[in-house]
C-alpha cells in the first residue's frame, strides 16, 4: 500500500480499536434492543468501528470505546435471543459499530445461532476485514444462518477517502469483500451509499461489483442516509453534502447545498 496516500489505514485502525473493545472472546457492546429493520431485528449494538464516515448515524457506541460492558458469545446470544424471543422475531444482527471486528467473538456468537436453528443473523459490516482477510470470509461460509449485507460507503476511491478519511485504496477492500463472499459462496447483497458523486460514478462502481461479484448487481440495495442533527453537523463540518438524503422523519429529500 502506499504510504504517502493521505488518510488513515483502517486495518491499522483495527488493531488500535481492537485492543480497547476486545477482551479474549468477548465484545464490548453499548446496548440490546428490538429494532423495526427487516420487519423485527434483534439487535446488538457493539463498540467500536475502523471506518470514520461522515455520514455515520451511530455517535456514542462508534466515538467511545469505553461505553457499555463486555459480553461472552454466550451473553451476547442470550440477550439477542431473548428480545427475538419476546418479540417474535427472525433475525438478529449486530450493529451500532463493526461486528467484523474481534471476529473470534462473531464466530462464536454464530456457532450457537446456528446450533438453535431458529434464526438468520444479517452481518451488516462495512466489509473492510472481510476483504483484508479471505479466511474470515472461509469461515462465514461454514454457517448456514448468516447472510451478509456488504455496505459500500462510495462510488470511488477519491470519493471513498471524502467521505470517511481512509486512505483512497482501502476502498478496493470493499469491492474485495464481495469477491470473496461470491468465491465462498455466503448469502450476501451489496448496499450502496448514494448522495455523493455524481452518476458516472456510480455507473462505474456497478461496472466494478460485476467484474467482481456478477450477481451481485442484481440484488443491488440502495442507501439513502438520514439528516439526523448530529450528522447534519457532521457533513457541514466536513463541507460534504449529500445530493439526495432522508430528513428523519422520512421524507426523501434533494437536500439543498451546504450553506
Ligand atoms: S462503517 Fe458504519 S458504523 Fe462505521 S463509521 Fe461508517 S457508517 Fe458508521
Known amino acids: 500500500m502506499n504510504t504517502r496516500e493521505p488518510g488513515y489505514d483502517p486495518i491499522e485502525l483495527t488493531y488500535k480499536i481492537e485492543k480497547e473493545v476486545v477482551l479474549g472472546n468477548a465484545r464490548r457492546y453499548y446496548r440490546f434492543r428490538p429494532a423495526r429493520f427487516y420487519g ?129 485504496s482501502s476502498f478496493q477492500y470493499q469491492l474485495l469483500a464481495l469477491k470473496h463472499l461470491a468465491d465462498y459462496g455466503v448469502s450476501h447483497h451489496p448496499a450502496i451509499v448514494l448522495g455523493f458523486g455524481d452518476e458516472n460514478c456510480y455507473k462505474t462502481l456497478v461496472e466494478r461489483i460485476k467484474e467482481v461479484d456478477p450477481d451481485a448487481v442484481e440484488h443491488l440495495e440502495p442507501e439513502v442516509i438520514v439528516l439526523y442533527p448530529h450528522v447534519e453537523k457532521r457533513l457541514k463540518a466536513a463541507g460534504i453534502w449529500p445530493r439526495l438524503a432522508y430528513t428523519p422523519s422520512g421524507k426523501l429529500v434533494k437536500a439543498k447545498e451546504k450553506g
Open 40 to 168: 423485527g431485528i434483534a439487535t446488538g449494538d457493539v463498540v467500536g468501528c475502523n471506518l470514520r464516515c461522515v455520514f455515520c448515524w451511530t455517535r456514542i457506541p462508534r466515538d467511545n470505546l469505553r461505553v457499555g460492558s463486555f459480553y461472552t458469545p454466550q451473553e451476547a446470544w442470550n440477550r439477542l435471543r431473548s428480545i427475538a424471543e419476546q418479540h417474535g422475531y427472525r433475525f438478529l444482527r449486530l450493529s451500532g459499530g463493526e461486528p467484523t471486528i474481534g471476529f473470534q467473538h462473531l464466530v462464536e456468537l454464530l456457532e450457537l445461532v446456528e446450533a438453535d436453528g431458529r434464526y438468520t443473523f444479517i452481518l451488516e459490516t462495512n466489509g473492510i476485514l472481510l476483504g483484508a482477510h479471505p479466511e474470515y470470509v472461509r469461515k462465514l461460509a461454514q454457517f448456514t444462518c448468516v447472510h451478509v449485507r456488504v455496505s459500500i460507503k462510495a462510488c470511488s476511491e477519491e470519493m471513498f477517502h471524502k467521505v470517511t478519511g481512509a486512505k483512497p
